[in-house]
């Protein structure tokens, strides 16, 4: 390979990737880089899962070579493969290959019987997703440049079926050389218009579904900074279509929305809360919800994690386990108890758990949770898991009550921006709640932390995270007490005046 030309390289796997989901997005990263924001904690966590996973796929390898060069020092790295094919090696992980000024390190490649190489590529998903296969297709184009002989194309990712402490069938290989070589043809011509895109001024590309498909892109408050703040995003579960459209449109105000434009009965009622300015409600309809309520009131909130590598006996990749709970309990006298629970340690967490959640949450009562769907499947989980239990935890689940169907049904506020979740309603029906000043301030950060806490010994560091963490779960059940208490004394105060 020649190292001058290497040195000139331009495109790399990420990026030929990135141009299929965006010419904008692609030429932002190479000119401007600096626009994208560093990537959040949650983000972070979902690159080391990436870079466990592929240590555990070579693991199924054990005579690989690994191209341990750094990334940044392509020569290097490109030198080290050459040796590591020209003395036999049958299987190179993170091999360098360049051709016309596209770099690619494939995962693994593997010499079969006939003298080919067979190209796997690893993911931390489920399935093949069609962005697999030109992700293949792109690296499978540079390695037949590199003059080495492909032979079969694979895609190994995880297993689905596989419970700890067996991890040895973690993966599961699909052989996907058929529709690569259908895509194959194309990657030049992508190749060569995104280089007569890149030796241009910023292509004008407009926003839209595909600045969050197939994967989330930085640009997005660069490219959508005009949009304004009520704006027809926030319209909920408003068609991508129609969204579409009204881009077309440069109609991206919900204000004098065009004739035509079809709106259910939900949506219009956003609109007109807009344009009132006010919440609209069906204070009926919240009566009879809160009617169903026993007290004492249990509001209950789970953090929970699911990583791609179960951890746990009897876990499977990305099965949800909680390691925390917050319960604050309200009394009919008024009085409120808080009751919680955080596993500490990287042992397992469950059992502890259920026995701490169990003892906090009586026979009688309401059990109240936002978006208790997620709750009740945690719950069901539990049950599987420690069957002891079942009893105690299909009680709680049979005295579910959902404070989110109070957000969904029957108030609208044209402040929640169209989301009905807790961080997008708490703030506006309770403004002296807010998420802005945590040190945790949402599930995935909630993840990330636990997961740094649980390794880190006794001392300053981990007790911070301790606090933040019982800080963030308990906001998120006080919350629902507070919303609670407004809504009982809005519901009240309109009975007396009837
Ligand atoms: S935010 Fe959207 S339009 Fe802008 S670069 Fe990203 S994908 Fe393209």
Known sequence: MEIEKVMAYRLSKSKYLSGLQCHKRLWLEIHKPELAPPPPPGQQRIFDQGTRVGELAREQFPNGVLIEADYLNIPDAIQQTTVAINNGSEVVFEGCFVHD???????????????????IEVKSSTSVKEENIHDVAVQAWVLQGSELDIGRMYLMHINRECEYPDLSNLFTTEDITEPVEAILPIVPQNLSEYKFLLDNSEPDISIGQHCYSPYDCPFVGYCWKDVPEHSIFNIPRLRWSVKERLIEENHLSIEQLPVGIPLNNKQKEYVESLEQKKPIVDWDGIRDE???????????????????????????????????????????????EH????????????????ESLVEAIGNKGSVIAY?????????????????????????IIERLWDQLVIFRNYYTDYRFKGSNSLKSVLPVIVPSMSYENLDVKDGAESQVAWNVMIRLPDGGEKSKLIEALEEYCGQDTLGMVEIQKILNKSVKSRSTIK
Request: one cysteine or more.
């Open 339 to 354: 009751k919680e629970y955080l596993h500490e340690s990287d042992s397992d967490p469950r059992k502890s758990l259920v």
């Open 290 to 336: 809160l009617d169903k309520l026993d007290y004492p009131l249990y509001f209950l909130d789970f953090e929970t994690d699911n990583p791609a590598v179960p951890m746990f006996d009897g876990m499977h990749p990305y099965e949800q386990f909680p390691f925390q709970y917050s319960c604050h309990i309200l009394n009919q006298n008024g009085n409120l």
């Open 371 to 395: 978006n208790a769907g997620f709750e009740k499947g945690v719950l069901n989980k539990l049950t599987q898991w420690f069957p002891e239990y079942s009893e105690q935890l299909q009680l």
């Open 101 to 119: 000024n596209v770099l690619v390190r494939p995962d693994i490649i593997q010499q079969n019987a006939m003298g080919e190489w067979n190209l």
